[in-house]
């Protein structure tokens, strides 16, 4: 791949006035980690329309099945005006019109989201969605969010639907397809459960409140509602209610257990007239240390436990559950958790009197299995280094059987949605095959992102829960080699390059001492020498210029620095969380920023010392110039600065009133400024802007398909080798995208054929007066689209979002530096051609230039590349 020009400075810009900034037409695409990587916390198929089924996920919104075993993603249209919709609670399908699908979204109960909830509703399968807000939060990144489904539409009269609210808000009932709400004050049971009361985290002391709703599609006829209604509510005394009039009136099912569990799931057998409910001492995901399955007849009222382990070998919960539609009394229940040595899944064909298991245990530590594993879709899950290399999975809330085809089954995992199409060859013995099958679902939480000058690395990604990749192809599912490992984090929050030795990386993890460094591009790594003597933890790290010096902004214990793979110690001029970045040429230069105060050191790291103020109260991201020492640009809540004299004073780039993540890349033309992508404000409008001038002029590049979600946890790369190209990942859930410009697009219209639009109309929520907002919205249909930082959902159960002031401050600047551009195409001098800075230089094989742009040099990496630093 040719390099773009490098080593120019872009000018310092005085403020110049501008109109409303233009669209340009960018066509967005996911890197393809792989499908999955998160939480898929409920699956749903349609009873009555065969292929129609939905996945729900904790932070990274909801999908379609395809007829090829992909997802489309029905949320990429959020935006920062309703960010909190990536969580899903809660997923209805309609069984009579089958183009009907409810969803109830939010994603926190606590103060970490402010919003209150809102119920989406469409009526062609999620192209489109109407709104109605609700007066209370809705939380589908909180404790419990793998119960369900709390959402339930009546099988015989589909304008009745019912939701079952948390935080002690009750049962809910809307008679006009979900436009409009009432509480059912005949309900009076809450839940009573809450996860932790003493916690000092309020995401553990609110209440779960009603766990799903489930009708009895036999008790009633088409065109009337239903009499009867089960509701299982978080409550380990009186947890299993009945109705009998539609919802009039509410009674304790008799008999029901009275061990101190609650109630996960309640699934319909409506051949066999039973009622299925798994049981786990804990909420979920997490936790759950004991529970059991239940089987309740409705005919005769009886209970029977037809849990399928006992004594020692029972040391979890359970949780998902499916019903065989076509082949009555076949079912299949998750165990909730079993973390060693793997999940378990087990399955009867007698409603329960016996079960097998998808492995036994032989002679310790050997097992039999009934299945084999393919993650060919996603090779990054079949890790050789993990035991097992390729677990069956975890947190298994989602199970469910295809009503149409009982070979088709799925079952969501806290790492992706696994399944086949092949299931009953487990009733006659055979080996059934186990394959990965999210695809089109990345649902990852992103970090940091770096888009590197080395050659064979696109992008180099931090992840939450699953690490961090190397991406040398986009579009080509990760395998584990591409992974981060030796060591292997949990979640890896921050990564940095060396910017005179592009080949040297470091990363830091979620846990004490979790620090890393790779001298090859992030191919290989290696323990950090001192990370056993730190505590230090999460943050934002960076590397000095010539990979020498370490300087780590800890979330636990201040800001540190390590030189030559030295002790740690503490740098005591900077505060505690200072956003830390090191000059990428000067190997002396680090800057740092902590509110509106803007830190300089010209020792490596020794110590900082405040030059200037900048606008706004909150800081965001440091960049400095990837050519040219001294060269620096800052964003805050007031908008983006720029420095030409090491960060002693700045200039606030026109345009943005606000600005959070942001990042320079190749530039448009050969010597040009570099291009600037920045999730911005402008005009009054946030969202993803670029610039090839130095900030003087901006072009959105996203349209109203494609949101990006919370603006501040985006963060953002722009490619350092091609022009244009845009990286963008967040807390979202979505994973990473890469927009490219003009690519499948026609004039300067929106990227897809298809456009987002949103109105409003003053409907009344019947009971509550709040208001319906009509959101109607069109989703991209193709295969090729997005990919969990406000929250994680695998391991990490949430993280909180940010929030900032919308004020604005003027910045206080001194005199504005103007420095010709150092053009570094390649040039010929003395007859022969010269690269460009961090061009290839030589290596094995090499027939290109051999001399570099002065200053660089051609220096070697390995003996297939050298490069021009």
């Not at 790594?525 to 010539?546: E, L």
Request: glycine content about 12%; aromatic content about 10%.
């Amino acid at each position: 791949m040719v390099r773009y020009a490098t080593a120019f400075l872009a000018l310092a810009t005085a403020p110049f006035l501008t109109s409303s900034a233009p669209s340009e037409c960018y066509k967005w695409k996911n890197v393809k980690i792989g499908g999955g990587g998160g939480f898929v916390d409920g699956i749903v198929f349609n009873p009555t329309a065969s292929g129609v089924a939905y996945a729900r996920t904790d932070i990274g919104g909801a999908y379609r099945l395809n007829a090829d075993d992909t997802w489309t993603p029905l949320l990429d249209w959020v935006d920062s005006t309703n960010w909190n919709y990536m969580g899903v609670d809660a997923i209805a399908t309609d069984p009579i019109d089958t183009n009907r699908v409810v969803m109830a979204v939010g994603l926190y109960t606590n103060e970490w989201d402010p919003n209150m909830g809102t119920i989406l509703r469409s009526t062609d399968q999620g192209a489109t969605w109407s709104a109605t807000k609700l007066p209370f939060k809705v939380g589908g990144n909180m404790p419990g969010r793998g119960m369900g489904e709390r959402l339930a539409i009546d099988p015989n009269l589909n304008s009745v639907i019912f939701f079952g609210a948390r935080s002690g808000n009750g049962l809910w009932k809307s008679t006009d397809y979900g436009a409009t709400w009432s509480k059912v004050s005949s309900f009076t049971s809450v839940g009573t459960f809450v996860p932790n009361p003493s916690d000092s985290n309020s995401y553990n002391r609110d209440i779960v409140g009603i766990a799903w709703v489930t009708f009895d599609s036999t008790s009633g006829t088409k065109g009337s509602a239903t009499p009867r209604i089960f509701v299982g509510v978080a409550d380990k005394s009186n947890s299993i209610w009945v109705s009998t009039n539609g919802g009039s009136s509410w009674s304790l099912v008799s008999g029901q257990p009275s061990q101190s569990y609650l109630p996960h799931k309640g699934v319909l057998s409506p051949s066999e007239h039973n009622l299925y409910v798994t049981y786990s001492d804990g909420a979920g995901p997490y936790d759950g240390i004991l529970g059991a399955v239940w089987k309740y007849s409705i005919a005769s009222g009886t209970w029977m436990d037809i849990t399928p382990a006992t004594g020692s070998d029972l040391y979890y919960g359970f949780g998902g559950f499916a019903v065989d539609l076509k082949k009555p009394g076949t079912i299949m229940v998750a165990a909730l958790n079993s973390w060693w040595p793997e999940g378990i899944i087990f399955r009867s064909t007698n409603s329960g009197a016996t079960w097998t298991k998808a492995w036994d245990w032989t002679t310790y530590p050997d097992r039999s299995k009934r299945y084999t594993m393919d993650s060919s879709l996603a090779p990054w899950l079949a890790d050789p280094a993990d035991d097992p290399p390729e677990s069956i999975g975890w947190m298994m809330e989602a199970l469910v059987i295809d009503p149409f085809n009982s070979d088709h089954w799925l079952y969501g995992t806290g790492a992706t949605i696994y399944g086949g199409r092949d299931l009953t060859k487990w009733d006659a013995g055979s080996t059934i095959t186990i394959k990965s099958l999210a695809d089109g679902i990345e649902e990852t939480a992103i970090l940091d992102l770096l888009s590197p000058p080395s050659q064979h690395v696109k992008l180099v990604s931090s992840v939450g829960d699953i690490n961090g990749f190397i991406h040398d192809n986009l579009d080509t599912p990760r395998t584990s080699v591409s992974q981060f490992h030796n060591p292997k984090f949990a979640t890896t929050f921050s990564l940095a390059y060396a910017g005179n030795k592009p080949f040297n990386y470091v990363r830091v993890g979620g846990d004490a001492g979790n620090i890393a460094i790779s001298t090859d591009g992030g191919v290989s790594w290696n323990s950090h020498p001192q990370s056993s003597s730190t505590t230090g933890s999460n943050g934002v790290v960076s590397y000095s210029a010539n990979a020498d010096t370490i300087v780590w902004s800890t979330t636990n214990i201040g800001v540190i620095r390590s030189t030559n793979s030295g002790s740690f110690t503490t740098i005591s001029s900077l505060p505690a969380n200072a956003y830390i970045a090191a000059g990428r040429r000067d190997n002396t230069v680090f800057y740092a920023a902590s509110g509106n105060k803007f830190y300089v050191s010209r020792n490596t790291g020794s110590t900082f010392t405040q030059t200037t103020t900048l606008g706004g109260s909150t800081n965001y991201k440091i960049v400095p110039s990837p050519g040219t020492a001294g060269d620096v640009w800052a964003s805050t809540d007031s908008g983006l600065f720029h420095s030409t004299n090491y960060g002693t004073s700045f200039t606030q780039i026109s345009g943005p009133t606000w600005c959070a993540h942001f990042d320079l890349g190749a530039p448009k033309t050969t010597g040009g400024y570099w291009s600037i992508a920045a999730m911005a404000t402008i005009d009054g409008k946030k969202a993803l802007y670029r610039s090839d001038d130095a900030g003087i002029s901006w072009v959105q590049i996203n349209d109203a398909t494609m949101g990006f979600g919370t603006a501040e946890s985006n963060r953002i790369a722009v490619d350092y080798k091609q022009y244009g190209r845009v990286f963008i990942g967040g807390g979202n859930g979505r994973g990473i995208f890469y927009g490219t410009p003009g690519s499948g697009c026609s004039g300067s219209g929106p990227t897809s054929t298809t456009r987002t639009t949103i109105a409003t109309s003053a409907t009344r929520v019947t009971t509550t007066q709040t208001t319906t907002t009509r959101v109607v919205t069109t989703a991209s249909t193709t295969t090729s689209r997005r990919v969990s930082t406000t929250s994680s959902r695998t391991t990490t159960t949430s993280s909180r979002p940010i929030t900032t002031s919308s004020s604005s401050r003027a910045i206080t600047t001194s005199t504005r530096t103007t420095t010709t551009p150092v053009t570094t195409t390649r040039t010929t001098t003395g007859g022969g051609p010269v690269q460009t800075l961090y061009g290839q230089c030589g290596g094995i094989g090499w027939t290109g230039p051999t001399a570099c742009v002065p200053p660089a040099a051609c220096q070697s990496s390995n003996p297939y590349y050298s490069q021009c630093l």
